[in-house]
């Protein structure tokens, strides 16, 4: 069993940053591919970027260039630094790991799924 916690949203001006992080508990973590999904109001669920075991690192289009993601294995802990924030990317952002990865879609079928963490994004 994996427990997924996000921390790191709030409210933040366009252009500026904003730093997520998951802390995962359970002895497994390297084990698992761990994603960053989104969901903002009125929309489907939709995939932001993931890094494998192996630390391969994928993005969506729309966050490519702005978004990195990062894993430190010894702190069980999967990050998202946004940078360049655009109202658009307002969203409640999840945690999930699966222990195959996804690059795309709605995250179904994941293993676990964190509570998430709301981005508010303001013009």
């Known amino acids: 069993q994996v427990q997924l916690v996000e921390s790191g949203g709030g409210l933040v001006q366009a252009g500026g940053s904003l730093r997520l992080s998951c802390a995962a508990s359970?002895?497994?973590?390297?084990?698992?591919?761990m994603h960053w999904f989104r969901q903002a109001p009125g929309k489907e669920r939709e995939f932001v970027s993931a890094i494998s075991r192996s630390a391969s690192i994928y993005y969506a289009d729309s966050v490519k260039g702005r978004f990195t993601i990062s894993r430190n294995n010894a702190k069980n802990t999967v990050y998202l630094q946004m940078n360049s924030l655009k109202s658009e990317d307002t969203a409640v952002y999840y945690c999930?790991?699966?222990?195959?990865?996804?690059?795309?879609?709605?995250?179904?079928?994941?293993?676990?799924w964190g509570k998430g963490t709301l981005v508010t994004v303001s013009p």
């Open positions: 999930a790991a699966d222990r195959t990865i996804h690059t795309v879609g709605t995250g179904s079928g994941m293993d676990y």
């Open positions: 359970g002895r497994t973590f390297s084990s698992y591919a």
